[in-house]
Nanobody, 121 residues
């Protein structure tokens, strides 16, 4: 069974940076793709970034975002710089049983519980 736990959320001021981590157990992040999604208040969940054998990033976040893998800790890390109030959302990580990154939430088999990120202006 796969278990995913997000950490690193909280309150951050606009212009600051945030680093989220997704700790996986049950499967190796070096073999399976892990994606990040977010759900802003009152809106649908949206894709942020995914890392597998390839890397895919939401176009509008490309210049502010980085996603990386820590094989020793079996985690996928997401950093967003120059945070904006519109980045406020619950951030989720998810793993799919494939090595290919995907932007589609329906491609993912396992989900974490999410972590709240709030950006104050």
């Amino acid at each position: 069974q796969v278990h995913l736990v997000e950490s690193g959320g909280g309150l951050v001021q606009a212009g600051g940076s945030l680093r989220l981590s997704c700790a996986a157990s049950g499967r190796s992040v070096s073999l399976y793709a892990v994606g990040w999604f977010r759900q802003p208040p009152g809106r649908q969940r949206e894709f942020v970034a995914s890392l597998g054998g390839n890397r895919v990033t939401k176009d509008s976040l490309m210049d502010r975002l980085s996603i990386s893998r820590d094989v020793n800790k079996n985690t996928i890390n997401l950093q967003i710089d120059n945070m904006k109030p519109e980045d406020t959302a619950v951030y989720y990580c998810a793993m799919r049983l494939s090595g290919a990154a995907s932007i589609k939430s329906e491609d993912y088999n396992y989900w974490g519980q999410g972590t709240q990120v709030t950006v104050s202006s």
